[in-house]
């Protein structure tokens, strides 16, 4: 058994992978937050313990010394990683967490797809925070790492109809409003997992007795036509589809869902920059689609949890599950 600290672990993904971990009943998992603490019972001591460690992320000693203290094995980072100062607590936590004696696991903030290609093929402007954290992660000498690609979260296309700590963004297809827009001629293939599913092959991850680079989580890997068809299927229903080219995607200029548009609206304080903002944030993701970087197929050299533990776990959800959960209570109207 281990000790599992995961950074962030009280956010929107971290909470899952959290609650993954409590789960499997085989660790004691530590939460590295700055929020209130809650008592548990360790399944190595039996003793009750408090999960939750006070943290400071802009002190690089009193990272170590938290994880020296509370014996950590593996590390999990959690952050969102969209900004300068979650980019740079994250590499403290890696300097941390090499030089801490008890840690020999290190799992980065990545939680999406291979960051390090060009442009041409990511057009995602937030990648350079991943590629800084792989840069420290290389120079370390007592870590093992992985990076986990669970690709496109599969909650979206059935947001807000199914449970999920995802907050809403429509991709591709508005299914309330009955309409599809896809990038080049929609034949472009997306990998995706649902996100208590890539929280759990996670946790899984932890009993693999060697890590190589890149595990992934997706169970799903449909066209874009593809998965316009499931949607149409399950409603009973043909959507408005139209297609635009992916220059228009590299230069923001996409076209809007009436679903998106009201997104805009409603969360402000999540787009201040109003609908703009969330344009541009849709448009690199869906060019990132349109150039392959979704694509798992096209991956060479990595683990595939979902084939490596089947048969040894429940089955994860597929795309055509998560479709008919959310919209099949349509399909008579």
């Known amino acids: 058994m281990s000790v599992v600290a995961v950074a962030g672990g009280l956010g929107d993904l971290g909470r899952l992978i959290t609650d993954a971990l409590f789960q499997t009943g085989k660790y004691e998992v530590y939460i590295m937050s700055r929020k209130d603490n809650s008592g548990r019972i360790s399944p190595l001591t039996g003793k009750r313990y408090l999960p939750v460690i006070q943290t400071d992320y802009s002190s690089k000693d009193s990272l170590m010394e938290q994880l020296t203290e509370n014996h950590v094995n593996v590390v999990i980072c959690a952050f969102i990683m969209d900004c300068d100062s979650a980019s740079d607590a994250q590499l403290r936590l890696i300097h941390a967490a090499n030089q801490c004696p008890s840690v020999t696991r290190f799992i980065p903030s990545e939680f999406n797809v291979e960051y ?79 996100t208590t599913d890539a929280a759990r092959y996670i946790a899984l991850a932890l009993e693999l007795d060697k890590w190589p680079r890149i595990l992934t989580t997706a169970a799903s890997t449909v066209s874009l036509n593809e998965l316009v068809r499931l949607v149409e299927k399950t409603l009973g229903r043909k959507l408005e589809v139209r297609y635009q080219s992916v220059e228009k995607l590299l230069k923001h200029e996409a076209v809007d869902l009436p679903t998106n548009v009201d997104i805009a609206k409603r969360f402000s304080e999540r787009f201040p920059q109003g609908l703009d903002q969330l344009r541009a944030l849709i448009a690199d993701l869906e060019a990132g689609v349109a150039l392959g970087a979704f694509d798992f197929g096209k991956l060479n050299g990595n683990l595939d949890l979902v084939k490596a533990f089947e048969g040894k776990v429940p089955a994860p959800k597929r795309i055509e599950e998560v479709i008919e959960e959310a919209w099949k209570a349509d399909s008579s109207q």
């Not at 790492?145 to 700590?165: C, E, K, Q, T």
């Not at 599809?180 to 034949?187: H, N, Q, R, Y």
């Open 116 to 194: 390090n290609v060009s442009d041409d093929v990511l057009p995602y402007p937030e990648k350079r925070f991943h590629l800084a954290a792989r840069r420290e992660l290389e120079k370390t000498s007592t870590l093992e790492y992985a990076y986990i690609y669970p690709g496109m979260f599969m909650d979206y296309f059935g947001l807000p109809r199914v449970i999920s700590n995802l907050r809403p963004l429509c991709f591709f297809i508005d299914p309330a409003n009955g309409q599809a827009v896809l990038p080049g001629d929609g034949e472009a293939k997306m990998s995706m997992s649902f």
